[in-house]
């Protein structure tokens, strides 16, 4: 049985490189677009890009450490479902394609939001 500090872990390990992912896209728009001041946007959204980097390289360490794995099990129907394997326990994990996106806005917005109190 995953202890909740397990099953955020695992969580964290599932959305933080969707999140990255999401933000690196954006990124390449960004370096596109014709703003007037592309730079500052840039900047913004790299910081975040190495912080999210950061936070998952944490997250992975403490995963090592609790001897916990996540493994992807991919798409079947509409729910994504991740195998999560810990101290010989197995627990899955199902998110439908609409929470997960909706999951990944969210944490986009916490890391947008943690940025402004740092600048």
């Not at 999210?52 to 090592?64: C, P, Q, R, T, Y």
């Not at 996106?101 to 940025?115: A, D, L, P, R």
């Amino acid at each position: 049985m995953l202890n909740k500090n397990e099953e955020f872990l695992a969580s964290q390990y599932i959305h933080l490189p969707l999140v990255r992912k999401v933000l690196e896209r954006d990124l390449l728009y960004l370096r596109k677009a014709n703003l007037k001041f592309n730079e500052p946007y840039i900047q913004f959204v790299e910081q975040i890009i190495t912080e999210i980097g950061k936070d998952l390289g944490a997250v992975k360490k403490e995963m090592f450490q609790n001897g916990l794995t996540v493994y992807e099990q991919g798409k079947s129907g509409e729910v994504y479902t991740y195998l999560i394997v810990c101290r010989g326990y197995r627990s899955e994990m199902r998110f439908f394609p609409h929470l997960l996106k909706q999951s990944v806005e969210e944490y986009i917005n916490k890391y947008f939001s943690g940025m402004k109190k740092n600048a």
